[in-house]
């Protein structure tokens, strides 16, 4: 079984997986950003585009990666990845779906601000790339196609997770954990998360 979680950027996809990760025994986390990475490192300049979900390569490598790692792997895989155009998504959610594979799909949605203000706490201003992509992830993922849709607006990390797990059927582990040990495990996220290009 899959879990996208999709949202905008700062709509908190990376805290939710890696807290639904600490939640369910037998999960995985699962970037698809890292097939980018390696495509944009290994692309010449002259022909590189600015966003490596356009290359269709992208897309069929995490559909083979995940498709493999469902079929080899007894436990379930959780993706944080924002995905807006429809077309993108069917390509990787719609054919995995066809083949018979279980993928549970979630959209984090937040207001403008709420989403500004998350980017800043992570250290992105007003014109970072995250943020000068709000708009077009806010409208594009309205779309139904990337339902459910969850308004995280007022929703602790933890109620999102209890939702998530609700609606997809899966029994989650309580969650013992101090306040303060919170903290820390999500700072240790954030920071995991940092990416330093060359």
Same mark, same amino acid.
């Given at each position: 079984?899959?879990?996208? @979680?999709?949202?905008?950027?700062?709509?908190?996809?990376? /805290?939710?997986?890696? #807290?639904?990760?600490? !939640? $369910?025994? +037998?999960?995985?986390?699962?970037?698809?950003?890292?097939?980018?990475?390696?495509?944009?490192?290994?692309?010449?300049?002259?022909?590189?585009?600015?966003?490596?979900?356009?290359?269709?390569?992208?897309?069929?490598?995490?559909?083979?990666?995940?498709?493999?790692?469902?079929?080899?792997?007894?436990?379930? @895989?959780?993706?944080?990845?924002?995905?807006?155009?429809? /077309?993108?998504?069917? #390509?990787?959610?719609? !054919? $995995?779906? +066809?083949?018979?594979?279980?993928?549970?799909?979630?959209?984090?949605?937040?207001?403008?601000?709420?989403?500004?203000?998350?980017?800043?706490?992570?250290?992105?201003?007003?014109?970072?790339?995250?943020?000068?992509?709000?708009?077009?992830?806010?409208?594009?993922?309205?779309?139904?196609?990337?339902?459910?849709?969850?308004?995280?607006?007022?929703?602790?990390?933890?109620?999102?997770?209890?939702?998530?797990?609700?609606?997809?059927?899966?029994?989650?582990?309580?969650?013992?954990?101090?306040?303060?040990?919170?903290?820390?495990?999500?700072?240790?996220?954030?920071?995991?998360?940092?990416?330093?290009?060359?």
């Amino acid at each position: 079984m899959i879990i996208w @979680i999709n949202g905008a950027f700062g709509s908190g996809k990376t /805290q939710t997986s890696f #807290e639904l990760h600490r !939640r $369910l025994p +037998n999960s995985f986390v699962f970037d698809p950003e890292n097939a980018g990475f390696y495509i944009r490192k290994n692309i010449p300049k002259e022909v590189s585009t600015g966003d490596f979900q356009d290359y269709t390569m992208w897309r069929e490598m995490n559909y083979s990666m995940l498709k493999y790692i469902n079929h080899v792997y007894n436990g379930t @895989i959780i993706v944080p990845m924002t995905v807006v155009n429809p /077309q993108y998504f069917s #390509e990787i959610v719609g !054919r $995995l779906r +066809n083949e018979g594979v279980t993928v549970h799909h979630f959209t984090l949605c937040a207001s403008k601000d709420v989403l500004r203000r998350r980017l800043r706490t992570r250290g992105e201003g007003r014109n970072s790339w995250a943020a000068r992509q709000i708009d077009r992830c806010i409208d594009g993922l309205s779309n139904e196609v990337f339902r459910h849709h969850l308004d995280t607006d007022n929703l602790a990390i933890g109620t999102v997770v209890e939702t998530i797990g609700s609606m997809a059927s899966i029994t989650l582990q309580p969650d013992h954990r101090g306040k303060f040990r919170k903290i820390k495990d999500r700072f240790t996220t954030q920071i995991k998360q940092i990416r330093f290009f060359d």
